[in-house]
């Protein structure tokens, strides 16, 4: 997830930019509301990161098959979020996912439509 994350962090960082510009025009109310979505946005970002899922939704999020994702956990390549000495289904952090090249994987609200919703043209 590492370049993805970079990219998403990156289009926070221009919304926050374009809300400084706007202020600069003495636009305080859009310019406010800006910073307000960037803010909500980087938490959903966060609190979706740390969700804790099974094989089969990380599987789809990483685009990797549930056999190599269980060969990296029991690898230690991926933390197990399993209580210890447990051997019922894996559990892993959405952040500790690897993301399997050429596969898109989508945030819940994607950066450019919530920056086209915003009126920011990049």
């Given at each position: 997830m590492g370049p993805q994350r970079s990219a998403?962090?990156?289009a926070v960082a221009d919304i926050?930019?374009?809300?400084?510009?706007?202020?600069?025009?003495g636009a305080e109310g859009p310019a406010?509301?800006?910073e307000q979505a960037a803010t909500k946005f980087e938490a959903a970002l966060l609190s979706d990161a740390d969700r804790v899922v099974y094989l089969p939704e990380a599987a789809r999020i990483s685009?990797?098959?549930?056999?190599?994702?269980a060969r990296l956990?029991?690898?230690g390549d991926i933390p197990d979020m399993r209580p210890e000495n447990s051997h019922g289904r894996i559990k892993v952090r959405?952040?500790?996912?690897?993301?399997?090249?050429g596969h898109?994987?989508?945030p819940p609200a994607d950066v450019h439509d919530l920056a086209s919703?915003?009126?920011?043209?990049g």
């Open positions: 998403v962090h990156q926050r930019a374009k809300a400084k510009e706007l202020r600069s025009f406010l509301a800006l685009g990797y098959c549930e056999g190599h994702l956990v029991r690898k959405v952040a500790d996912l690897p993301t399997k090249p898109k994987h989508t919703r915003l009126g920011i043209r």
